[in-house]
C-alpha cells in the first residue's frame, strides 16, 4: 500500500511525464510546420515514449493499492527559433525530470518503500538514456548548424526511430 506522500509524489510524476508528452507534441507541430517531417517523426516516438512513462506510474499507483489524482497539464511552449532550440528546449526539460525522479527516489527511500524503489529505479535508468539521446542529437544539430543541405540529411536519418514498449520485466 502506498502511503500518501508516496501516492502524492507519484500523481505528480504522472502529469510530468503526461506534461512530457504535451510538450513534445508541441515540438511536432513545430518540425511539421518548418517542414522537417523526420524531426517531428522523431519527437511522436518520443510523445509514445512519455505517454508510455506516465501510464505505466498510472498502473503501478493502481497496483500499489493508490489512487490515480490527474491534474491540469499546463499550455506548452509552441514556438522556437531553430531545431537546436527545440532540441535544447527537450534537455532541458529532460534534466527536470532526471532531478524530480532522483527526488521521488529518495522519498521512496526515506518511507522504506522498498518496492517502490526497485520499480522507480527504471525511471533513474531511463533518464539516463533520455539525457543522452537528446545531448547527442544537440551535438550533431551544432556541428550542421550553417549548412540547410546538412540539416535535411539529419532529418531524414531522425525519421527513421520508432517507438518499441519495452518489455515486461518478467520477460526480461
Known amino acids: 500500500m502506498l502511503n500518501d506522500r508516496m501516492q502524492q509524489l507519484m500523481n505528480e510524476r504522472v502529469n510530468m511525464e503526461f506534461y512530457a508528452a504535451y510538450l ?86 526515506e518511507e522504506r518503500d522498498h518496492a517502490s524503489e526497485i520499480f522507480l529505479q527504471w525511471y533513474v535508468t531511463e533518464q539516463v538514456e533520455e539525457e543522452s539521446n537528446f545531448d547527442a542529437i544537440i551535438h550533431q544539430l551544432e556541428r550542421i548548424v550553417d549548412s540547410s543541405n546538412a540539416l535535411l540529411m539529419f532529418d531524414r536519418e531522425m525519421g527513421q526511430r520508432v517507438f518499441t514498449p519495452p518489455a515486461a520485466e518478467s520477460e526480461a
Open 24 to 109: 513534445y507534441l508541441s515540438m511536432v507541430a513545430y518540425f511539421e510546420s518548418e517542414n522537417l517531417p523526420g524531426m517531428a517523426s522523431w519527437m511522436r516516438s518520443q510523445v509514445q515514449e512519455e505517454l508510455f512513462h506516465g501510464m505505466k506510474m498510472f498502473d503501478y499507483i493502481n497496483e500499489r493499492g493508490g489512487r490515480v489524482a490527474l491534474a491540469q497539464i499546463d499550455t506548452p511552449i509552441a514556438e522556437w527559433d531553430s531545431a537546436l532550440d527545440v532540441f535544447r528546449a527537450g534537455f532541458e526539460h529532460e534534466l527536470k525530470v532526471t532531478a524530480a525522479y532522483n527526488e521521488i527516489l529518495s522519498a521512496a527511500r
